[in-house]
């Protein structure tokens, strides 16, 4: 049996029925006398269905491509006149860009008519940039700002802010500027407010990241169990609230046997303490290849403290940035020693002396390591 050829367009005809969705496969086999398999295969080929979308595109209109491009080479045409006038006169002694934008003001000022998107084109230069330098509006009020800003006494105008600034203009001439574009106008004019002291002494910051530098890594690694005494130490540092302040407490825990082997109490949680819990560890016995646990905490960043460690040959760890598991021993035992001392309920009820609280830390460190119960024990 012979197979039928059908034309081209017949079969455009077909997929552009289908493809209009009101029409299925059965109904246009029926209507057109063909199979179903038939025209689902035409319909799903991709080379006719481009065809199909190619043909059914709308061709735009000659007139309207001749009017662009009119529009586009009129355009060229004025500004390039334009420029060479002026590159002929020598007027503006400045770059070659700033000259452009001159002459295209210039020719869209002496071209009503002409589109300004096309000769903004023919020139190269953008839209906005076009815009920007025509507005010379905002430069008068800038001038005006200033004069109003001089008027201000001084102490207002040198010492204080934009925002002030903002407020006192309001306040005394009725008129209302952001306090960003004050900001802006003082800067361009050294009318800035003096500068406060500096937060931080000269060089803190320098001093901050050369001790940033070669930061100890998770040595610990939340390996809580040693099998010898003095082999791996945790520490950090909590602090209680007292009638005198605040009592802060640097305590260090061996991981043998949970027991605290070390403690120092301070009213300051400076390098201080941390060098002298160093020191009071050179009590407990030798420390060089000690492994010495702590937290993120400032205090182990000094450059002293740092130096101490490597002096007397102990490896330092510390846990990770803002990840208080790391040093989980530590905040379960202060923990402890905040709930079974009593110092919870003195808390809620009325706050201890600076030395009765101390007294309360000791006598729990002293029954901690003596008398409770431990499960590493």
Not at 71 to 84: L, Q
Not at 208 to 214: D, G, L, M, P
Request: glycine content about 4%; proline content about 1%; charged content about 35%.
């Amino acid at each position: 049996m012979e197979r039928r050829q059908y034309a081209l367009d017949f079969k455009k005809q077909v997929v552009l029925k289908y493809r209009k969705g009101v029409f299925g496969y059965k109904r246009l086999a029926h209507e057109f006398g063909l199979t179903r398999d038939l025209v689902r295969s035409w319909c799903l080929n991709p080379r006719l269905n481009m065809s199909t979308l190619m043909g059914n595109k709308k061709k735009k209109k000659k007139s309207d491509i001749s009017k662009k491009e009119y529009e586009n080479a009129r355009a060229a045409a004025a500004f390039w006149e334009t420029y060479a006038k002026m590159l002929e006169e020598e007027i503006a002694k400045q770059s070659k860009k700033k000259m452009k934008k001159a002459a295209l003001i210039k020719c869209i000022n002496n071209n009503s008519t002409l589109n300004k998107r096309s000769a903004c084109r023919a020139a190269g230069i953008s839209k906005t940039a076009y815009y920007h330098e025509k507005s010379d509006k905002k430069k008068e009020e800038d001038e005006y700002i200033i004069g109003l800003l001089k008027q201000l006494p001084t102490e207002i105008l040198n010492k204080r802010g934009s925002k002030a600034k903002a407020k006192e203009l309001y306040k005394r001439f009725r008129i209302v500027v952001n306090h960003k574009r004050i900001e802006r106008i003082c800067r361009e004019n050294e009318l800035l407010a003096n500068n406060r002291r500096r937060k931080h002494p000269k060089g803190y910051y320098k001093q901050q990241k050369e001790s940033q530098k070669e930061i100890p890594q998770n040595i610990l690694n939340r390996d809580f169990d040693s099998d010898e005494p003095m082999k791996k130490l945790c520490s950090d540092v909590t602090y209680f609230k007292t009638t005198d302040g605040w009592l802060y407490l640097s305590a260090v825990l061996d991981l043998h046997r949970r027991k605290i082997v070390s403690y120092i109490m301070s009213k300051h949680n400076d390098e201080k303490l941390a060098l002298d819990t160093i020191e009071s560890l050179r009590e407990t016995g030798e420390l060089k290849g000690l492994l010495f646990h702590t937290d993120h905490g400032s205090i182990y960043f000094g450059i002293e403290f740092r130096k101490k460690i490597k002096e007397y040959g102990i490896v330092q760890s510390m846990s990770r940035r803002g990840n208080c598991w790391d040093n989980a021993c530590m905040e379960h035992f202060f923990g402890t020693l905040k709930v079974e001392s009593g110092y919870d309920e003195c808390l809620n009820k009325k706050l201890m002396s600076y030395e009765n609280t101390k007294k309360l830390i000791e006598d729990f460190i002293n029954y901690y390591n003596n008398e409770r119960i431990q499960k590493k024990s």
